[in-house]
């Protein structure tokens, strides 16, 4: 079986990293978890080394999640890669088989997991952007994936469409049960919903600005 690293961007999660990493250190299927924490102030670092993690990463200064992602990438050579959000609640084995099994038998280059949002949300999602956090992929899908490409949202909808612009297979599962801390949690009702409106705004923002750069993804030839 190929060796699957697991990649976390932490940034201000010590509640739930914990969790996160014992999961995917139980799971047959990942070789390796490595936490990256990005500009955290409270104790993500420390609650990543007590769960188990085999490397934990500290940036002093935040630079986004997909510069922790991508520095989480230099500390392993796997072949496969997982990634997975450090806010996630009720993630189990099964969630990491079903997401990681079409990649490891080659049947996908990238397959995500799309979160459980109960039966009137979740429809409805399979029908937008994937952006979700937790995706496993061949590592080509992000190494080739140019810098400027990796800000923001932009680091999902980019791997999405160079999967298309190559031609590569990817999908999505279903995770049953599987939730996330709201921002409602986080920030409380008002600046959650405000901070959900500039999430939506940012997504639309990126897919633009990834489709306008589209040739960039193309592998040469």
């Known amino acids: 079986m190929s060796k699957v690293a697991a990649i976390i961007p932490a940034l201000n999660e ?7 990493v014992r999961t995917l250190k139980s799971s047959p299927f990942v070789h390796e978890v490595i936490v990256v924490s990005d500009g955290s102030t409270d104790h993500t670092a420390q609650e990543a ?3 188990g993690a085999d490397a934990v990463q500290v940036l002093s200064t935040r630079g986004g999640k997909g510069n922790a992602m991508a520095y ?3 500390r392993t050579d796997a072949p496969i890669i997982f990634f997975a959000d450090a806010d996630l609640k009720r993630l189990n084995v099964d969630h990491i088989r079903a997401i990681l099994e079409p ?22 999602a399979k029908f937008l952007p994937l952006i979700g956090g937790e995706r496993a992929l ?26 298309r612009a ?3 297979s990817y999908g999505y599962v279903v995770m049953p049960g599987i939730g996330i801390v709201r921002k409602m949690e986080k920030f409380g009702v008002l600046r959650g919903f405000v901070e959900y409106i500039k999430m939506w705004i ?3 923002k990126a897919m633009f600005e990834v489709r306008l750069a589209r040739h960039l993804l193309r592998r040469k030839t």
């Open 202 to 204: 940012a997504v639309g």
């Open 49 to 51: 080394t007590a769960a």
């Open 166 to 168: 190559n031609n590569l």
């Open 72 to 74: 989480g990438l230099t």
């Open 103 to 124: 990649v490891l038998e080659g049947k996908r280059a990238m397959n995500v997991g799309l979160r459980d949002r109960g039966r009137f949300w979740t429809w409805p």
């Open 138 to 163: 061949r590592r080509e899908v992000f190494d080739n994936i140019p810098g400027h490409l990796r800000q923001g949202f932009k680091v999902e909808i980019a791997m999405n469409a160079y999967c």
């Open 14 to 20: 010590e509640k739930t990293i914990g969790g996160v």
